[in-house]
Structure formats: structure tokens, C-alpha cells
């Protein structure tokens, strides 16, 4: 048990010390996952991985409150994973309270979003478009 709790520790070390500079793309991920694996771990493991894993959340969650709207802004900007991701990842690390926490989140991107050069503005226009269609299947 302790090996696959740690395991996921090991592979964000060596997803981010794999580049000079980890990018959003690599770096939001990563680290939502280390925070779905830490919940998870307090609620299903044993005791002694429940201590650890308590111990490290509080810690990481002092670093995730200041930091998590900064690095999921900057993701969203990647071609790659737009808003969905973000979307997605809200989902999955709030539960059912993700509702305000995506507010706070777009109350951050859209005074950005209107500070931006004409160009990527347009691109950004396109992907809150879609994200309202997708929204509207999902709902």
C-alpha cells in the first residue's frame, strides 16, 4: 500500500524533473492528481498511510489555495486542454461544492480575458462558445 500511495510522488518528481521549466501542461495535472490521490488516500487506506497522507494534504493544501486559479488560468491557455480541463479537474478535486470554486476561478481568467491583445481574445471567445454548448448537453 505504502509503495502505490508513494508511487504517485515519485512519478510527478520525475514528470517535473524531466524539463528545465515545467510548463502548465505538465505541471496542473500532475499535481491534481497528487491532490485526488491525497483525498483518497485519507478516506480508503490504513491508518498509518491516513496519518501521512493528513499530514501532506494539509501542507499541499496551503500550497493548492494559493496557487491552484494562477496554474489552472495558464492551463487553460494551452491549445491543448482549454477550458475543459480546468472544467474537468474542478469537478474531480471539489465534488459537488466545484460550483463556487470554478466562479472564483472565472472571476480571475475574465478580467484577464478582456486585458488581452484582439487576436487572442477572438480565440478565447470561441472557447467560452463552446463551453457554453457543452454545457448545454450536459445539463
Known amino acids: 500500500n505504502i509503495c502505490v500511495f508513494l508511487k504517485v510522488f ?4 520525475c514528470a517535473f524533473s524531466g524539463f528545465n521549466y515545467p510548463t502548465s501542461k505538465i505541471y496542473f495535472p500532475n499535481v ?26 494539509v501542507k499541499f493544501e ?27 479537474a474542478y469537478k474531480r478535486v471539489y465534488g459537488d461544492g466545484y460550483d463556487v470554486e470554478l466562479s472564483l476561478f472565472k472571476d480571475k481568467l475574465f478580467p484577464l480575458y478582456s486585458s488581452t491583445p484582439r487576436a487572442l481574445r477572438s480565440h478565447l471567445n470561441l472557447l467560452i ?11
Open 10 to 13: 515519485y512519478n510527478v518528481t
Open 32 to 57: 491534481v492528481g497528487v491532490k485526488l490521490v491525497l483525498k483518497e488516500e485519507m478516506e480508503i487506506s490504513d491508518a498509518s498511510i491516513v496519518n501521512m497522507a493528513k499530514k501532506i494534504f
Open 62 to 88: 496551503k500550497y493548492w489555495s494559493k496557487f491552484s486559479n494562477i496554474v489552472a488560468i495558464s492551463t487553460v491557455l494551452v491549445p491543448r486542454f482549454k477550458y475543459q480541463y480546468a472544467d474537468c
Open 129 to 139: 462558445h463552446l463551453l457554453a454548448m457543452l454545457k448545454a448537453l450536459f445539463v
